[in-house]
């Protein structure tokens, strides 16, 4: 059963500590990508990735936020240093690299910053 | 670039009553359109999409969705609403020459017994 894969379930951490988050994407999947979800917000994309190679980070704070892909099976989106208003859910998704398909998402990692 | 706005961040029904759950999209090419869904705790999930031809789709579950371009909207109805339809729906709008979706707000459904 394929499946989007992101680890840490939940992270809880302080301020100004470093935060890093996985994603495993579906085998065969090149496109990546991540979200960002919070009650006032809704759902923000972040960045994404087509055959590993960034296409778009202009929802990201750049000055503290960085997402790479070091292979094609990694995603990691890292937060340096984190902030109490970072706290949210950080979704990732991949797909077939197609506007008409679907992107396929995991099941987050909830990140509370104390 | 492309956006799609979802009227009405909750919806409340009856069991057994219809679901209609609105979305209207801005897209500068012919759109793809999705509907997920998300319950609580868990990622989001496809419900339906569209793409081309057949301007009315079914998906999952017992939802369908209407394109209509003189409208630019995507509806969600579902005719008999269950209990298990309880979760929080996202409209998606992507185009054909790049992979950018975007997501509505989301609208929170609630059914009542």
């Known amino acids: 059963d394929a499946r989007v894969t992101q680890t840490p379930r939940d992270k809880v951490t302080e301020m100004g500590q470093e935060v890093t988050m996985r994603c495993q994407p579906i085998l065969g999947h090149n496109t990546v990508f991540w979200y960002r979800q919070t009650m006032m917000q809704g759902l923000e994309l972040l960045a994404y990735f087509r055959n590993r190679a960034p296409l778009d980070d202009s929802g990201m704070p750049k000055d503290r936020f960085s997402a790479e892909m070091p292979d094609a099976t990694l995603a990691t989106l890292k937060i340096q240093p984190s902030e109490p208003r970072d706290s949210a859910v950080y979704f990732c998704?991949?797909?077939?690299?197609?506007?008409?398909?679907?992107?396929?998402f995991g099941e987050g990692s909830r990140l509370t910053v104390l | 670039a492309q956006s799609v706005t979802q009227l009405g961040s909750h919806v409340s029904v009856s069991e057994g009553a219809l679901v209609l759950l609105r979305c209207n999209y801005s897209?500068?090419?012919?759109?793809?359109l999705f509907w997920y869904v998300q319950y609580p705790n868990q990622g989001l999930q496809l419900l339906l999409k569209?793409?081309?031809?057949?301007?009315l789709v079914k998906g999952i579950n017992g939802f369908e969705a209407e394109f209509k371009k003189s409208e630019t909207s995507f509806h969600l109805t579902k005719p008999s609403a269950h209990m298990s339809d309880a979760a929080e729906y996202f409209c998606?709008?992507?185009?054909?020459?790049?992979?950018?979706?975007?997501f509505g707000a989301g609208t929170r459904l609630t059914v009542k017994p």
């Open positions: 569209y793409t081309t031809g057949a301007t």
């Open positions: 998704a991949s797909g077939l690299g197609q506007g008409a398909g679907e992107l396929f």
């Open positions: 998606a709008v992507s185009e054909y020459n790049n992979n950018d979706m975007r």
């Open positions: 897209s500068s090419v012919p759109p793809y």
